[in-house]
């Protein structure tokens, strides 16, 4: 469990003269009033502690206030707290035999303060049906079984061991569901506008579409953006800048992924959570289980054939969101973000690789390495990105261990002494390799 924080030194009133006018804790993004204790005070998500309102520290951050997406999804100290606590016992094995999976990757996701709004529709209906576990004699801290099953799977769903605890988190759920519901309506007239003013950017990219970790369905893995490489004429040339997407991404604006652009072809929802949303170092980064629809599977197939080897993104760009630096070349600075979609062409070429469905999770078993380790290695090598020692050699023993072993290959092998380092060329000629084992997988 996560260490106790306590206030910092520079915890004051707000009325003090070194503080700026208008600051204090009842108007900070970690002010809680929905979580208050025996005096009145606020919990604070930042420092884990109950505060006054007319308080300040210099952690003070300003409310949100996003021109679309307003409702705060992070759970509260006290549901983070309830799944870090049943998932310890969980570890322990007092978790009973019909807990899912996916109860699990859930708690694990909220004891890091992640819940996407599909959860939060689940948890009030959950908990209502559940209450009555906490009436069983094992539900009672003082009775030797403690704690029950029921106990656990509720502190999972972030509630709590007791009813009050869980009616608490359920309030706070149906509070959250109603934000969301009342958001949805606005948002409808807001998105309309915007829509008038969506462009559309595609980048050949590389993919990786692996079997799920349950064993079901398929994770998918790409690029929709990379910053700083320059487009193709569009007739300007146009960069996009690292952090372009960060205020889209933080806003937690609804954004799906679709096939072509289609609105009615789904493949992925940040709002369900099957569609994961990250800036890295290389740019716009795409996780999504993919659905066991037919679009789905056609989807891996034409991925697999490589008949489609690029990603786009549709957005539009606010006031000031970017700049020319020519009369013929565009920084794109901040952009509002509505959808990433897999389509055709390529509109950024310096990017230009190859895509392909792989099967790396029955190779990585075959050759005795990594899977995730494998695949690290193959997008480094298509994003033309330097491998590490350890990701060669993990090439080179998949090569080794499943290309077609002949007398002349196993003589050579033995008089060819083990370089140091691999060359570019060495290194593009496993690729090759590696490519075609996985397509006869």
């Not at 008038?196 to 980048?203: C, G, H, L, P, Q």
């Not at 716009?284 to 629809?293: G, I, N, Y």
């Amino acid at each position: 469990m996560t260490e106790a924080r306590e206030l910092p030194d520079n915890y004051r009133p707000a009325t003090s003269d070194d503080v700026p006018e208008g600051r204090a804790c009842g108007n900070c993004i970690f002010f809680n009033e929905e979580n208050l204790d025996a005096e009145g005070r606020a919990f604070c998500e930042r420092w884990d502690e109950y505060v006054e309102g007319g308080q300040y520290c210099n952690a003070w951050e300003p409310v949100e206030n996003d021109e679309q997406r307003q409702v705060n999804l992070k759970p509260p100290a006290y549901m983070r707290a309830a799944a870090r606590q049943g998932l310890k016992y969980y570890e322990e094995g007092l978790a009973g035999d019909g807990l899912r999976p996916q109860t699990v990757r859930e708690a694990r996701a909220m004891a890091e303060g992640n819940v996407t709004a599909d959860k939060w529709v689940r948890i009030a209906a959950w908990i209502a049906r559940h209450m009555p576990d906490l009436d069983s004699p094992a539900a009672n801290p003082d009775n030797e079984k403690y704690p029950s099953p029921g106990v656990v799977a509720h502190l999972l769903w972030g509630s709590g061991p007791s009813k009050r605890a869980a009616q608490r988190a359920m309030g706070f759920a149906e509070r959250v569901v109603a934000k969301l519901e009342e958001e949805n309506r606005t948002l409808v007239s807001v998105e309309a506008k915007d829509m008038a003013k969506i462009e559309t950017r595609t980048n050949a990219t590389e993919f990786e579409v692996r079997e799920g970790e349950d064993g079901t369905g398929m994770t998918f893995t790409g690029y929709a953006a990379v910053f700083d490489s320059p487009s193709q004429p569009l007739p300007f040339t146009e960069r996009i800048e690292r952090g372009a997407f960060a205020r889209s991404l933080a806003a937690r604006n609804e954004i799906k992924m679709l096939w072509n652009h289609e609105s009615g072809s789904i493949l992925g929802s940040t709002r369900a959570g099957t569609l994961r949303l990250e800036e890295d170092s290389y740019g716009l980064r795409v996780t999504a289980d993919l659905p066991e629809t037919q679009l789905g599977r056609d989807t891996a197939y034409l991925l697999k054939r490589a008949d489609v080897q690029s990603m786009s993104f549709g957005f539009s760009v606010p006031k000031g969101g970017d700049e020319w630096v020519s009369p013929t070349e565009r920084v794109l600075k901040s952009v509002r973000l509505f959808e990433v979609s897999i389509v055709g062409a390529p509109a950024y070429e310096a990017t230009t690789g190859t895509t392909m469905v792989r099967g790396l999770d029955t190779i990585a078993q075959r050759a005795l390495v990594d899977s995730d380790a494998l695949a690290d290695a193959m997008l480094k090598i298509e994003s033309g990105a330097d491998l590490t020692d350890e990701e060669v050699g993990i090439i080179s023993k998949v090569v080794e261990e499943l290309s077609p072993k002949t007398e002349v290959v196993e003589e050579e092998t033995e008089e060819t002494p083990v370089e140091d380092s691999v060359s570019p060329d060495m290194l593009a000629l496993k690729k090759k390799k590696l490519e075609q084992l996985l397509k006869n997988i």
